[in-house]
């Protein structure tokens, strides 16, 4: 789980947004703004607002491209005394600076899970060379003498106070590293940008030298030292923005431990408590269950550097989610009815277990608050478990909410005491079948329907699900149930004492996605209904992507683009409002707008050509030119060979002949890396793969082939493909799929599927026995009953594209196959405003962009659909080696965009 969304769902119940956007006023609610953000700026002065920081800068001031900086920290309760300090010295002394301007930020990027590496930092202050920059630090250290503040992961702090300092970029500009991901960029020695780097740890540049100012606090800091500790740290098991959990050995017994670690005034929890409040409080509640098998006991406490720990007994055996990849039947295409029986009898022992260890906890007046699947340990017979992480427990008598918890586990906020873990082991009653139960989050609802779904797939008591759901749905106030009972249906999020009572009786989805074109028609409705067109950055919501880079509203892979594509693609037809809100804002595209096809100018360019803006098309084309678009990375999703694939195409719809010439340049430096050039050798190739990987790359290969008949283009696709194969390993069942280390994908952005596409289109030219061999055992990868995710690239909506496209022989590409894909979209499923629509990334909130969201799903959806299949940009229709139209499917017909 990609914990970084979390702080993206308090600004809306339904789609993901930046904080920022949460309504800011001048009121005293959590999102009010500090007084000093609303202060008039004096004259010489100007001031905007860029994410989540308020700038202020001298209008003639002249800041060098990089160096140097100051970061201030603070904690909720003294950042507005800080803010006022800080910013009464800087403004006399004409020194630039910004700010976090609300308790409300300040408190998202210190919580629990947020950006490691930019948490803490509160005030940036911009000094103008180095001379300065030390004076201005003694300056403010000795101003803020004594504030508390979280230590900064990516700084050196001067002293013991919240001032620190870090190396790195003043201005806006930008390159690609390794992995072919777009950063924030500084100049090294030889005037080249590379990334600057903005990781929880102080690292200076090799081409620096550290001015004299910090030697003392450079050997402050090399002073806190491990070697004195009773305790040898082994590995580290998790970090969060709290700190970090170690397994350790005890050097006196040889016995093995577990650390945890407490920064002080970082890691918030939802009232606010610190990591080390949390770590105390997990200390009292472990002394209180001492004795007790399902809970580690306490063996020692300490502090170092500052940091508090915790030492646990070391508790053998493996979390509960790890068993879903071991265990759950569901991961095949076609599980029999023992093996079934045998995984249900299974989950409800290890249910029966979890409830009898909550109740133990109970039973000593111990509220968990944090009951979820990485904190139950199964023992390695699996005959017991044990709970873990008790920072969020509290005395039952303090009958509280939950202030952490996992966003497939969470309570509504009308929960309390005992309440909470009664939610989480309802929640945990689905999970341990079909772990869905993030969408939760968007509609409670959604648990009748997934019960329904689990009821089908598994020989389980209905009694079992029934409570579950009932518990789920129930009014904690009053203990009123729903109107139509404990299997209620029903539109919108279920929040509030009155939740369910209105709902009617009935599907809870308004179309089932394979029941096409009703699910395209509703889903198209969906996304219209989802947009905003008054908004600057975004008209359609998606993932938080859209937050990451300028232009990411706009762009293919989750912007308008790719939902005006998906739209016209699927026969729903055109959005005029959308284009016209993308052609106004591409007149001029913001400033750090990247290149590339899916993520930025490339991709505009060409998804406006297609749909008639020729002029603007060209416009773009140019200014992606005029830029230094050689230094892209290799791969399809935002490097050179998407930016080839649209050259290639502009080029033969307009016929200007110089982007051809640029598409061939775009190739060459795409062959080097593949050919292995010591120059760029394997530069932004070291993931694998149809959007950030070889694949990508064979099929700009292939499609520049299909227009020369140069052979030796041929000849570069096998090689990439072969490169992309190399990082593939079997897996159960015979399947291919990439190798991450830690993890297989066989997903179609970065996983097998992805590089299966292009196998099909490179075996339509030319015979290979080994790519041959390598697509069947592919086409197994996309045949799982269950996948993790909706979204196209990383979920059950690709597998569907892929299926209904390739042309590989044999079992599991037919139209039974291809159904049963398609009706398990409908277990993620969602509505939105009475439509259907699906949720994006993490399963939080939902999304209508393609790459993650409901357009990519009406993509996929549509290229299973009878008449003319839909496909991605670049990869058409093959001629497949037998009709696999879904049989019975209907003629389709299409809603113009006017009637809806």
């Given at each position: 789980m990609n914990k970084g969304y979390g702080v993206f769902c308090d600004a809306d119940r339904h789609f993901y947004d930046a904080p920022h956007r949460l309504p800011s006023t001048g009121g005293t609610g959590h999102e009010a703004l500090y007084e000093a953000a609303r202060r008039p700026t004096p004259a010489g002065w100007q001031r905007h607002r860029a994410g989540d920081w308020l700038a202020w800068r001298p209008v003639d001031c002249q800041l060098p491209a990089q160096g140097w900086k100051i970061h201030v920290s603070a904690c909720l309760d003294n950042a507005e005394s800080v803010l006022d300090r800080v910013m009464r010295y800087c403004v006399p002394r004409d020194i630039a600076f910004k700010f976090v301007p609300s308790r409300y930020l300040l408190h998202t990027r210190n919580a629990k899970y947020a950006d490691r590496g930019a948490s803490g930092k509160f005030i940036t202050v911009y000094p103008a060379d180095d001379r300065r920059c030390g004076i201005v630090a003694a300056e403010l250290d000795a101003l803020l003498a004594g504030e508390p503040g979280p230590y900064i992961l990516s700084d050196l702090r001067w002293g013991r106070g919240p001032v620190h300092l870090r190396y790195g970029s003043f201005t806006q500009r930008n390159c690609y590293d390794a992995d072919g991901e777009l950063r924030p960029a500084v100049e090294n020695a030889e005037g080249r940008l590379v990334p600057d780097l903005r990781e929880p740890v102080f690292r200076i540049p090799e081409w620096i030298t550290p001015p004299s100012f910090l030697r003392p606090h450079l050997e402050a800091r090399n002073a806190v030292s491990v070697a004195d500790l009773p305790y040898t740290i082994e590995q580290a098991l998790h970090f969060s923005n709290g700190g970090g959990?170690?397994?350790?050995?005890?050097?006196?017994?040889?016995?093995?431990?577990?650390?945890?670690?407490?920064?002080?005034?970082?890691?918030?929890?939802?009232?606010?408590?610190?990591?080390?409040?949390?770590?105390?409080?997990?200390?009292?509640?472990l002394e209180r269950l001492s004795g007790l098998a399902c809970t580690p006991e306490v063996l020692d406490s300490f502090t170092l550097g500052g940091h508090h720990f915790l030492v646990l007994q070391f508790i053998e055996g493996r979390p509960l989610n790890t068993f879903f990849a071991r265990r759950h039947p569901l991961i095949d295409a076609d599980p029999d009815a023992a093996r079934l029986a045998e995984y249900t009898d299974w989950a409800l022992r290890i249910h029966r277990l979890v409830e009898e260890a909550v109740e133990a906890v109970h039973g000593r007046g111990v509220v968990f608050n944090d009951l979820h699947l990485f904190n139950i340990m199964v023992s390695e017979d699996e005959s017991s478990v044990v709970l873990l992480d008790f920072e969020a427990a509290a005395p039952a008598e303090v009958n509280g909410r939950q202030t952490v918890a996992n966003p497939a586990f969470v309570a509504p906020s009308d929960r309390r005491g005992f309440d909470v873990d009664r939610y989480a082991l309802a929640c945990l009653r689905l999970a341990l079948f079909i772990p869905l139960t993030s969408l939760f989050t968007v509609d409670r609802a959604k648990a009748a329907h997934l019960a329904e779904i689990v009821a089908r797939q598994f020989p389980v008591e209905r009694a079992f699900l029934d409570e579950?759901?009932?518990?789920?749905?129930?009014?904690?106030?009053?203990?009123?149930?729903?109107?139509?009972?404990?299997?209620?249906?029903?539109?919108?999020?279920?929040?509030?004492?009155?939740?369910?009572?209105?709902?009617?009786?009935?599907?809870?989805?308004?179309?089932?996605?394979?029941?096409?074109?009703?699910?395209?028609?509703?889903?198209?409705?969906?996304?219209?209904?989802?947009?905003?067109?008054?908004?600057?950055d975004r008209f359609f919501p998606g993932d938080i992507a859209q937050f990451a880079t300028a232009g990411g509203g706009l762009s293919f892979?989750?912007?308008?683009?790719?939902?005006?594509?998906?739209?016209?693609?699927?026969?729903?037809?055109?959005?005029?409002?959308?284009?016209?809100?993308?052609?106004?804002?591409?007149?001029?595209?913001?400033?750090?707008?990247?290149?590339?096809?899916?993520?930025?100018?490339?991709?505009?360019?060409?998804?406006?050509?297609?749909?008639?803006?020729?002029?603007?098309?060209?416009?773009?084309?140019?200014?992606?030119?005029?830029?230094?678009?050689?230094?892209?990375?290799?791969?399809?999703?935002?490097?050179?060979?998407?930016?080839?694939?649209?050259?290639?195409?502009?080029?033969?719809?307009?016929?200007?002949?110089?982007?051809?010439?640029?598409?061939?340049?775009?190739?060459?430096?795409?062959?080097?890396v593949v050919s292995g050039d010591p120059a760029r050798p394997g530069a932004g190739l070291s993931r694998a793969g149809l959007l950030y990987g070889a694949s990508g790359i064979a099929l700009f290969f292939i499609r520049l082939y299909e227009r020369t008949r140069d052979t030796a283009l041929l000849d570069l696709a096998a090689e990439a493909l072969r490169r992309d194969l190399a990082r593939c390993r079997h897996g159960v069942g015979g399947t291919l799929q990439i190798d991450e280390g830690w993890r297989t994908m066989p997903y179609l952005g970065a996983g097998s599927v992805g590089i299966g596409m292009v196998l099909d289109d490179y075996l339509a030219h030319r015979a290979d026995d080994t790519f041959e061999r390598a697509r069947g055992e592919i086409?197994?990868?996309?045949?799982?009953?269950?996948?993790?995710?909706?979204?196209?690239?990383?979920?059950?909506a690709g597998m569907v594209l892929y299926l209904s496209r390739t042309t590989a022989p044999g079992p599991g590409t037919g139209p039974?196959?291809?159904?049963?894909?398609?009706?398990?979209?409908?277990?993620?499923?969602?509505?939105?405003?009475?439509?259907?629509?699906?949720?994006?990334?993490?399963?939080?909130?939902?999304?209508?962009?393609?790459?993650?969201?409901?357009?990519?799903?009406?993509?996929?959806?549509?290229?299973?659909?009878?008449?003319?299949?839909?496909?991605?940009?670049?990869?058409?229709?093959l001629r497949r080696p037998q009709n696999r139209l879904l049989p019975g499917a209907e003629t389709e017909h299409t809603v113009p965009m006017n009637e809806r």
């Open positions: 959990v170690y397994a350790a050995r005890d050097s006196r017994s040889g016995e093995k431990v577990v650390l945890k670690e407490a920064r002080p005034y970082a890691g918030l929890a939802a009232d606010g408590a610190d990591a080390v409040t949390r770590l105390r409080r997990e200390q009292d509640a579950a759901v009932a518990e789920l749905l129930r009014d904690p106030v009053g203990d009123r149930k729903t109107a139509a009972g404990p299997w209620a249906a029903g539109d919108g999020p279920v929040e509030g004492p009155m939740a369910g009572e209105s709902r009617a009786m009935g599907p809870y989805l308004p179309a089932e996605p394979a029941d096409w074109p009703r699910s395209r028609d509703s889903m198209v409705n969906a996304i219209l209904a989802s947009a905003s067109p008054d908004r600057e892979g989750h912007g308008t683009a790719g939902v005006l594509y998906a739209l016209e693609e699927s026969g729903a037809g055109r959005c005029v409002p959308a284009e016209e809100w993308l052609l106004l804002r591409t007149k001029e595209p913001a400033s750090g707008t990247p290149l590339g096809f899916y993520d930025g100018l490339a991709g505009l360019a060409w998804t406006l050509n297609r749909l008639g803006h020729t002029q603007r098309a060209l416009e773009l084309t140019e200014l992606t030119l005029s830029q230094s678009w050689e230094s892209l990375p290799p791969g399809l999703h935002g490097g050179a060979a998407g930016l080839g694939l649209a050259l290639s195409d502009l080029a033969a719809a307009s016929g200007e002949s110089a982007l051809y010439d640029a598409a061939l340049r775009c190739a060459e430096s795409a062959a080097r086409v197994r990868a996309a045949q799982a009953t269950f996948y993790a995710q909706p979204g196209l690239f990383r979920g059950a039974a196959d291809v159904r049963r894909q398609m009706d398990a979209l409908s277990w993620h499923a969602m509505t939105y405003r009475g439509q259907l629509a699906f949720p994006g990334e993490q399963m939080m909130r939902l999304s209508m962009d393609l790459s993650t969201g409901t357009a990519g799903c009406l993509l996929a959806l549509a290229a299973a659909s009878p008449g003319r299949p839909a496909q991605l940009p670049f990869l058409p229709p």
